[in-house]
Structures are given as structure tokens and as C-alpha cells.
């Protein structure tokens, strides 16, 4: 077992967040903020530096990585504990976590933002990860522009309900291609009625009119199945014809022994992320049942929890439920669009602006994450090229009653 060490006096609660990503750092920040000397808090993560992964997609198409941070570092200047290693499992009744190399952490309090799983949706495609080196986009335009079609296609796979980071590449591919000289066709293949339609009709007109511009097509209410020899769609059956495929990955959630979770891994919470039958613990982000894996989202998550915890420590705060707003920023390298769009109801109507949604513009728009990696950067808060902004409610009682998100939902056969 691995002994705490306290900071403090012996009523300071102990608190554990599992996981260094974005759900997991927005926790941190918000407990520091929410409860400072009353809690001790240690962050367990299997790798020891934060990776704003939303920005990965961005690397292929510029000398400039993304942003990195040691844990270590940033757990000492906040005045929390890391420690190197992956919770694989936990013991509620007991208040204790298990890490991959079998050694225990005890805990008061726990906020479980270990991610999803992944895997490729087609072994013959390439996948656009976000936690690996970047995707060979140069390689990817090359086969495209040697192939008799000279088409690359841009995949969605099936039950994906967050395909922005495909448009982003997407967009950046066809801008890179021309830089090149190259003629390629880009083609985006998606489940979805519309681009983007988690966002609501006026964005996807908006994202919908970008594409054109940019000469892509995008065919939609169709999926890509691998067979021998390559790709075909459906409905129809009928074959792919491209150079080449670039696909998102398939999710699973992390399955974390002791935690109730759905037929797939993911993490069940409720309203205020807490764990159903495992008291005190709590879960944020990808790794969680909420339909949509990104990253402001999972902020807000954390946000929920980390105020749970803050009270329970003593804190003068009232913890509201999670009454989750999606937030995009679409990077396309050249034209900038605002959106702001209820799904929920009683959001009012859809507006259209040039102005940001939120400060500072990072593309995680986390309460605490995005002011503090905006004052930790020696750049200017910009998000790089162009972006577009998107803003859209998602109904409070998400949690009890399905959201109807599924992009399958309009296909047939």
C-alpha cells in the first residue's frame, strides 16, 4: 500500500482523481479552487504529462506541437500529490483504488477521469487518435493523388455521436492538398443527418456551406463497412471508391472493476457525476455514460464533482447538478463562424455571430482549465487558423432518460 502523506490537520479529506487528461486537470483545479486547505489531494495517472489532446488534430499542419505540461510540476505548484500509475480498479466499501501494479491508494473522496478506451474501426484505415503521434495526413493525401479516383475519404464510424474533430482534419486536408498542388477529392462519409447535427440544423447549415465552399462532399445517413478487398456503404451496399480512408476510432469505456457501468464500460453517473452504489465516488469525462465524449463537456462533469467533494469537505457551496452546454470550436484554417443553438428547448432562438462564446478562446472551454492554460501559455490566447463556434444545451435529465444522439437512428439496413 502506498502510504499518504498529509498536508495538513486530520480533518483535511483525502482525495483522489484518476486520470491526468482533461476532465481529470479541470478536477484539480476546481477542487484547489473550491476547497483549497481542506482537502489533500493526489492524481494518479498512468503517464506523466497533461496533453491538450484537442489540439493533436492540429499538429500534421504545423511545426508548432501541442501543449504538454509535466503532472508532477503542476501537481507541486497547486499543492497536490502525483503519483505515476493507472487505477484499474476500486473498493468503495472500503474507500480504497487499486493500481495497475497492484499497489493501493486509500481515499475519503474520489473523482474517477480515467478516458475511454479505443480501437481502430478499420484496420485497413487510418485512425485519427488523439493521445499518438499525429496522423500521416501527407502519406494519406499521397495515396489519394496516385490512386486512379484521386478521392480521400473522411470516416464517421458507426455510434459516434462527436465527429468534429474528422471535419477539422477533413478541412485542413483539402487546404493542405492545395498548398501541394495536388487535385484531390475530399469525401466525408457520416451516420448523421446533417453535418455535425449533434449542434442543430442552423450549424450544420453553417458547417454544411464551409464544405461546399471548400469543395467537399459529404455524404450522410450512410456508414462504411470493411470487406475483403476494401470498403462498401450502406444502404446499398455499394463500394467505396477512394485512394484512401481516414476513419475516427470506435469507443469503449474503461470498465472499471467496482464501478457500476453499461453493457460497454462506461461509468454510470447521475446528475451530479456521482457513482451509483459507491459512496463518496464520483466520474467525469469520456470514460462516463454521457453520449457525448468531448472535451468541455467533460469539464463541466468534473466541475459537478469536484463541487460534491468541496462540500462534503466543508466548503460553503451549494453543488448544482450538471446542466451540461455543449461548446465547439470547428478549426478550418480560414473562415470564422459563431453559433449558438438550443436543443433542450426554451434556449430561445439560434443566433449567428462573429464574436467568441467564451474567454479566453481555448478549445476547451473548461471553467478553470481554459483561463489557466491561457495564462500558462506565452502565446496569445488564439486558437490556431479560424474557428467555428457552436453552442448548444443539452436537457438537464440526460442522466435518467436517454438522449436521442444515436447517428444510426436515420439509417436503414
Known amino acids: 500500500m502506498i502510504a499518504q502523506e498529509k498536508n495538513g490537520g486530520p480533518d483535511r479529506r483525502r482525495v483522489l482523481i484518476a486520470g491526468g487528461g482533461i ?22 495517472a498512468p503517464d506523466p504529462e497533461f496533453t491538450y489532446r484537442p489540439m493533436i488534430v492540429e499538429e500534421p499542419f504545423s511545426l508548432a506541437p501541442a501543449e504538454r505540461r509535466d503532472l508532477g510540476l503542476l501537481c507541486r505548484d497547486l499543492g497536490a500529490r502525483f ?3 493507472a487505477v484499474r480498479a476500486m473498493i468503495p466499501d472500503r474507500h480504497v483504488a487499486i493500481l495497475a501494479d497492484g499497489s493501493e491508494l486509500d481515499y ?26 499525429p496522423v500521416a495526413i501527407d502519406e494519406a493525401i499521397d495515396d489519394a493523388a496516385t490512386d486512379p479516383t484521386r478521392r480521400l475519404a473522411f470516416v464517421v464510424p458507426p455510434r459516434i455521436v462527436w465527429s468534429l474533430p474528422l471535419y477539422e482534419l477533413a478541412m485542413l486536408t483539402q487546404r493542405r492538398a492545395v498548398e501541394r498542388g495536388l487535385a484531390v477529392e475530399i469525401l466525408i462519409v457520416t451516420p448523421e443527418a446533417e453535418p455535425l447535427s ?20 459529404v455524404l450522410t445517413e450512410s456508414s462504411v463497412a470493411e470487406v475483403q478487398g476494401g470498403f462498401v456503404v450502406h444502404p446499398g451496399g455499394r463500394a467505396l471508391d477512394v485512394g484512401a480512408v481516414v476513419a475516427l476510432p470506435v469507443l469503449t469505456g474503461p470498465g472499471i472493476e467496482g464501478l457500476a457501468a453499461d453493457a460497454r464500460g462506461f461509468i454510470r453517473i447521475d446528475e451530479h457525476a456521482s457513482v451509483p452504489g459507491a459512496p463518496d465516488v464520483f466520474a467525469a469525462g469520456d470514460g462516463t455514460i454521457f453520449p457525448i465524449k468531448q472535451g468541455g463537456l467533460a469539464t463541466q462533469q468534473a466541475d459537478a464533482a469536484a463541487e460534491m467533494v468541496a462540500a462534503l469537505a ?55 482549465l481554459a483561463p489557466f492554460l491561457a495564462g500558462a501559455s506565452r502565446f496569445e ?14 436537457p438537464s435529465e440526460w442522466h435518467s432518460q436517454p438522449m436521442a444522439l444515436d447517428p444510426l437512428e436515420h439509417i436503414e439496413g
Open 23 to 44: 476532465a481529470g486537470l479541470e478536477a484539480l483545479l476546481a477542487l484547489n479552487d473550491l476547497a483549497g486547505e481542506r482537502v489533500d489531494v493526489t492524481l494518479a
Open 108 to 133: 475519503d473522496a474520489a473523482i474517477v477521469c480515467v478516458g475511454a478506451r479505443s480501437r481502430p474501426a478499420y484496420p485497413s484505415a487510418t485512425t485519427l487518435r488523439s493521445w499518438s503521434e
Open 381 to 394: 490566447p488564439e486558437p490556431p487558423g479560424h474557428s467555428l463556434d457552436v453552442e448548444v444545451s443539452v
Open 198 to 217: 449533434v449542434f442543430g440544423h442552423v450549424a450544420s447549415s453553417a458547417v454544411a456551406d464551409l464544405l461546399a465552399a471548400r469543395g467537399i462532399e
Open 314 to 368: 466543508g466548503a460553503p457551496i451549494d453543488p448544482q447538478p450538471l446542466r451540461p452546454v455543449l461548446r465547439g470550436k470547428l478549426i478550418t484554417g480560414s473562415e470564422s463562424l459563431h453559433l449558438s443553438s438550443s436543443i433542450s428547448g426554451g434556449g430561445g432562438e439560434p443566433t449567428a455571430s462573429l464574436d467568441y462564446l467564451w474567454w479566453p478562446p481555448k478549445k476547451v472551454a473548461g471553467k478553470f
Open 83 to 85: 503519483v505515476q500509475g
